[in-house]
Nanobody, 125 residues
Framework: QVQLQESGGTLVQAGGSLTLSCAAS????????MGWFRQAPGEEREFVAA????????YYADSVKGRFTISRDNAKNTVYLQMNSLKPEDTAVYYC??????????????????WGQGTQVTVSS
């Protein structure tokens, strides 16, 4: 069992930067693929980024590629999402998730078994 807690969401102006953190409980976190997803009002949840258990490989949605960076610190049981050049369309609740059943990165939310409660990111124009 893994518990996840996101933090760092806030109101930011377009063009600004923000870093989200996701703190995980339990040593098992270090073996899991981790991902970030987001959900805007009235929209379906969408994949943002994923990172392998070692942190050596990352995968991004086209909409954030080149602007967002996912990373992890297994010693601190934390995964991060650095967001640069933010746009109003990035406004959403951001969730981190763990995928213990897969050994490769995946954008499929059904393969992520553990989810945090989310943190709100609002980008003003």
């Amino acid at each position: 069992q893994v518990q996840l807690q996101e933090s760092g969401g806030t109101l930011v102006q377009a063009g600004g930067s923000l870093t989200l953190s996701c703190a995980a409980s339990g040593r098992a976190f270090r073996r899991y693929t981790m991902g970030w997803f987001r959900q805007a009002p009235g929209e379906e949840r969408e994949f943002v980024a994923a990172i392998s258990w070692s942190g050596s490989t990352t995968y991004y949605a086209d909409s954030v590629k080149g602007r967002f960076t996912i990373s992890r610190d297994n010693a601190k049981n934390t995964v991060y999402l650095q967001m640069n050049s933010l746009k109003p369309e990035d406004t959403a609740v951001y969730y981190c998730a763990a995928a213990p059943r897969v050994s490769t990165m995946t954008p499929d939310s059904d393969l992520y078994d553990y989810w945090g409660q989310g943190t709100q990111v609002t980008v003003s124009s």
